[in-house]
């Protein structure tokens, strides 16, 4: 997305320029100076979801690593009989 917001800018520029018409060159910088703002924060929004959902599926698949192996751990641990007798341990 960035990528395509550069080239916008870019192609924005080159219309101004060719335009031969001031009225058009402002317009098309006001344009531009908002459009290009609400672009850039679009992108910045999804760079930052994109992040913190890689990190919150780190976190996510590190937890259950630790859970597997806690599992592991404790499949060949004998009770030691304290505890209720009736319930399940």
């Keep these: 997305m960035t990528g395509e917001h550069l080239d916008l800018a870019t192609r924005l520029e080159e219309a101004s320029g060719e335009a031969c018409s001031v009225p058009v060159a402002i317009a098309l910088g ?35 690593l630790e859970m597997a192996g806690d599992a592991q751990a404790n499949a060949c641990a004998v009770p030691d009989g304290s505890g209720d007798p009736l319930r399940p341990h």
Excluded: K
């Design 30 to 64: 006001e344009f531009a100076e908002h459009f290009l703002g609400v672009v850039g924060e679009m992108t910045s929004l999804s760079a930052s979801a994109t992040g913190g959902a890689g990190e919150a599926t780190l976190h996510y698949v590190n937890g259950n």
